[in-house]
C-alpha cells in the first residue's frame, strides 16, 4: 500500500534562512508524482511543487526545491531565503498514475518562521 | 469567478440527520475528489469521481455517498451524521492542466456534528 511519513510535526526557521521540510515514501508501483502543498492559517491548499517518478532532476520553483532521492525514497521540501508569509503548514503528497489519479498526503509539518 | 466553489462554508448539524455537501467548478476538469482533513491525520481521501456518474471509493468511504450527474458539480452525502465525521472537508479537481500539477482545491467546509 501507497503511504507518505512526515516526521516532523512542526519546525522552526530564522527568516532568511533556508529550511527542510522532510518526507518520506512508500510505493511498489514505478510511476508516479510526488507533490508539496502549503497550507497558510486562512485554509486554502496551495501546490508548490511536482516531482515526477522518473523526472532525473530535481524539481524547483522559485525559492522551493524538492530533494528527490528515489533509492531512499523521499522527497524533501526546501524552502530558500525563508521569508515571514512561509509560516504554514505544508503537506508532502503522492499522486498514482493509473486510474484515477489519486492522491494521498502525509500528516504535515508546520513552519514557523521566526522574526 | 473561483474555478471551485464549496458550499456550505460552514455547517451545524444535528447527529443523526443527513447532509449534503456541494462541490461545483467551472475548470471543465475531469476528476473530482473528496477529502477530510483532521489534525494529525493529514487530508484523508473519501470519495473521487473520474466522469460523470463515474465514481469510487477512497480510503474513508464508510457513511459516505457521492454523486456526480453533471461535470460541474460533485455532491458529497452523509448519510446520517455523526460526531466523528466533524471534519473540514475539501473538495479538489484534477486532470485539467497536465500530470505535472497538482489538484486544484476549493476553500472547504468545516462540519460540526453535535
Known amino acids: 500500500a501507497q503511504k507518505i511519513t512526515q516526521t516532523q510535526p512542526g519546525m522552526f526557521v530564522q527568516e532568511k534562512e533556508a529550511v527542510t521540510l522532510d518526507c518520506t515514501y512508500d510505493?511498489?508501483?514505478?510511476?508516479?508524482?510526488l507533490f508539496w502543498y502549503k497550507q497558510p492559517s486562512s485554509g486554502e491548499m496551495i501546490f508548490l511543487i511536482y516531482?515526477?517518478?522518473?523526472?532525473?532532476q530535481n524539481a524547483t520553483e522559485g525559492r522551493y526545491s524538492l530533494n528527490f532521492q528515489k533509492a531512499r525514497k523521499s522527497a524533501n521540501l526546501v524552502i530558500s531565503a525563508s521569508q515571514l508569509g512561509d509560516s504554514a503548514m505544508y503537506f508532502c503528497?503522492?499522486?498514482?498514475?493509473?486510474?484515477?489519479?489519486?492522491?494521498?498526503f502525509g500528516a504535515g509539518t508546520r513552519l514557523f518562521v521566526k522574526a | 469567478d473561483a474555478g471551485i466553489t464549496q458550499s456550505p462554508r460552514h455547517k451545524v448539524t444535528e447527529t443523526g440527520t443527513p447532509v449534503t455537501l456541494r462541490c461545483h467548478q467551472t475548470?471543465?476538469?475531469?476528476?473530482m475528489y473528496w477529502y477530510r482533513q483532521d489534525p494529525g491525520h493529514g487530508l484523508r481521501l473519501i470519495h473521487y469521481?473520474?466522469?460523470?456518474?463515474?465514481?469510487d471509493k477512497g480510503e474513508v468511504s464508510d457513511g459516505y455517498s457521492v454523486s456526480r450527474s453533471k461535470t460541474e458539480d460533485f455532491l458529497l452525502t452523509l448519510e446520517s451524521a455523526t460526531s466523528s465525521q466533524t471534519s473540514v472537508y475539501f473538495c479538489?479537481?484534477?486532470?485539467?492542466?497536465?500530470?505535472?500539477?497538482?489538484?486544484?482545491f476549493g476553500s472547504g467546509t468545516r462540519l460540526t456534528v453535535v
Open positions: 510505493t511498489s508501483d514505478p510511476s508516479y508524482g
Open positions: 479538489a479537481t484534477g486532470g485539467g492542466q497536465g500530470i505535472n500539477y497538482g489538484y486544484t
Open positions: 503528497a503522492m499522486r498514482e498514475n493509473t486510474g484515477g489519479f489519486k492522491t494521498i
Open positions: 475548470e471543465n476538469h475531469r476528476y
Open positions: 516531482q515526477g517518478s522518473y523526472d532525473q
Open positions: 469521481s473520474y466522469g460523470v456518474k463515474d465514481t
